[in-house]
């Protein structure tokens, strides 16, 4: 039987011990004055054969430790591959069409080893920011047919088999909406042996604001909506074309159908397209809260200022509004934003305005003076010949914006009487002609305003109403767009 080096060392340490003491014998029988010396001879043999047995024993631990440590660098380097594994193919599956809506959305279960999430709202791992509650927003979503007609609604595995005994599995995912980013952990295993990995992708939201949103339809009659934000949102249920779905942008070739469906194409005798935004047809719903509350201010009737209180939301209410001629509610926000809760219908005629202010020398936000109608039925606003509502968002979940104007009233460029944002029931104008079609649910009370453009003009700057936007879920479709960072990570 051939020995392992290891144990060859300790059998050479052994027989030079009992040649040692062979030796010290021999010596003894043929000398008696080497007696002196049996009491020194004798344990240094000894010694110099237990160092012998150590020096083996030393080597045969170092063998087998480095023989452990190769294997547990091969098991972690097969757990490592498994996640990789894993990170490769679950891209795979977020890249699929049908997965597409899962980029912007959270999966974050809770880790058992903290009791919280494994991530927080920042996709970092152990920032401080985890939380209590499971989160999972991939479990309810769904494909959007607004915008992706015919498609499957998402699937996604969590986990799966890697090589012949390695696993991955998909432990948590979160969306950061601030900086366009996602983080997701994967895990690798291979028998006893784990590894992480967290990689944080780009992701591409498109931006489409909804400057003008409808819970049913828009007939807007040739009248313009212009800015950068002036992008429309009907329900194409209520529309000229209810069987026409998705979004189209100026120049696009269904274009024209989606003019025709707000009765504003070819159909009902207009040449151009007034609208500088995206045109979407797509059911949303209005979630936003109202409350109303405030100090009670009669019935706005006559020229009067309203002003922020500062310290937070300044909130006045009345029962309805009916300015004329060159009556002016102007109010001041610089303090702080206003709300303006309004019961029942109102109207502005000839030059009477609602004006935002601020005094400090900054641009009035439109966020900061919101209009909102309260009442649930037969109350809209009416807006007549010049008259203007100046940078304001204008809340009517039950109720419609009828626009009866005959020209521009708004001391903004462009020709408007309605600067601002709308999210109503129906935005209605008035008929070019008595010819023309009439709207769904007419009820036969419109003027008729021949010739009349002017309409809404949404402002460039929207960042204050990002809470009012983040109640409503819009038809986006986020795109993956490439790898910011990648690490092995310990939980």
Request: with cysteine.
């Amino acid at each position: 039987m051939v020995l392992p080096n290891s144990l060859k060392i300790v059998q050479r340490a052994f027989v030079s011990t009992l040649v040692a003491s062979s030796a010290f014998s021999v010596a003894d029988s043929q000398s008696r004055y080497q007696k002196a010396d049996q009491g020194f001879a004798l344990p240094l043999a000894i010694g110099l054969g237990l160092v012998m047995l150590t020096l083996g024993m030393t080597t045969i631990l170092v063998s087998q430790n480095s023989r452990s440590t190769a294997w547990q660098r091969k098991e972690s380097g097969a757990s490592q591959a498994s996640a990789e594994g894993g990170f490769a193919r679950t891209l795979a599956q977020l890249m699929r069409p049908n997965n597409a809506v899962l980029l912007a959305r959270n999966y974050d279960p809770i880790n058992p080893k903290t009791g919280k999430t494994y991530f927080g709202p920042d996709g970092m791992l152990n920032s401080g920011d985890e939380e209590s509650a499971a989160i999972d927003e991939w479990g309810s979503a769904t494909t959007t047919p607004c915008i992706s007609p015919g498609i499957a609604p998402p699937n996604i595995s969590y986990s799966g088999a890697f090589g012949t005994s390695g696993q991955y599995t998909l432990k948590a995912y979160r969306y950061n909406q601030t900086q366009k980013t996602a983080s997701f952990l994967i895990e690798g295993t291979r028998d006893a042996s784990a590894s992480y990995i967290v990689t944080t992708l780009r992701v591409d939201t498109p931006e489409v604001f909804p400057g003008v949103l409808t819970s049913r339809s828009i007939y807007l009659q040739g009248r313009t909506v212009t800015g950068n934000n002036g992008n429309l949102f009907y329900n194409p249920g209520y529309s000229a074309s209810p069987t026409f779905t998705g979004g189209t942008s100026p120049g696009d070739s269904k274009r024209s159908q989606s003019l025709d469906a707000i009765w504003s194409g070819s159909t009902d005798g207009f040449s151009g397209d007034a609208v500088k935004g995206k045109i979407t047809a797509c059911p949303i719903a209005f979630t936003w809260p109202v409350t109303p509350q405030g100090t009670d201010l009669g019935v706005l009737n006559s020229s009067r200022t309203l002003t922020a209180a500062g310290g937070g939301i300044t909130y006045y209410q009345t029962p309805e509004i009916q300015l004329t001629g060159n009556d002016t509610v102007t109010v001041d926000t610089t303090s702080g934003p206003v709300y303006l809760y309004v019961h029942w219908w109102s109207s502005l005629r000839g030059n009477s305005k609602i004006q935002n202010i601020r005094t400090d020398g900054q641009p009035p936000r439109v966020g900061d003076l919101r209009i909102i109608m309260t009442a649930i039925d037969g109350a809209p606003l009416d807006l007549y010949d010049t008259s203007c509502i100046d940078t304001a968002f204008f809340y009517s979940p039950y109720l419609d914006l009828q626009i009866q104007t005959t020209g521009d009233g708004c001391p903004s460029p462009g020709n408007s009487n309605f600067d601002g944002v709308v999210w109503v029931e129906d935005v209605v104008n008035a008929p070019s002609s008595s010819t023309t079609r009439p709207p769904s649910d007419y009820d036969g009370t419109l003027i008729t305003t021949t010739g009349a453009t002017s309409g809404i003009a949404v402002p460039e700057d929207v960042s204050s109403l990002a809470d009012v936007l983040s109640t409503v879920e819009l038809p986006v479709k986020p795109k993956f767009r490439d790898v910011k960072t990648w690490q092995r990570v310990r939980l």
